[in-house]
Nanobody, 116 residues
């Protein structure tokens, strides 16, 4: 089973930035769409952004002006750059593949807290 590891979260002040990374296997990196999702306290998990193996990106409308998804082939990671962070961006951020998504299989995620 694919093992996905999210990292890069932390505490940041409003207006700050963070860069999250999603480490996957080489085969997943080369052939799979990877999506980032987030779940805020007391709320349902929501889609943030995705990127295909060919580099096609998709974003949630409310985040596309502040967040950037990218692929790093030297590290087999899918990165999510978070800029101009707001307190409402506080959430656990997860990445996932479609195969794991349909099985409702998730990793531990990485916590992002935006607070002054």
């Amino acid at each position: 089973q694919e093992h996905i590891v999210e990292s890069g979260g932390g505490l940041v002040q409003p207006g700050g930035s963070l860069r999250l990374s999603c480490a996957v296997s080489r085969s997943t990196f080369d052939f799979s769409v990877i999506g980032w999702y987030r779940q805020a306290p007391g709320k349902q998990r929501e889609f943030v952004a995705s990127i295909s193996a060919s580099g096609t990106t998709d974003y949630a409308d409310s985040m596309k002006d502040r967040f950037t998804i990218s692929r790093d082939s030297s590290k087999n990671t899918i990165d999510l750059q978070l800029d101009s962070l707001k307190p409402e961006d506080t959430a656990v951020y997860f990445c996932n593949t479609p195969a794991r998504f349909v099985k409702n299989t998730w990793g531990q995620g990485t916590q992002v807290t935006v607070s002054s």
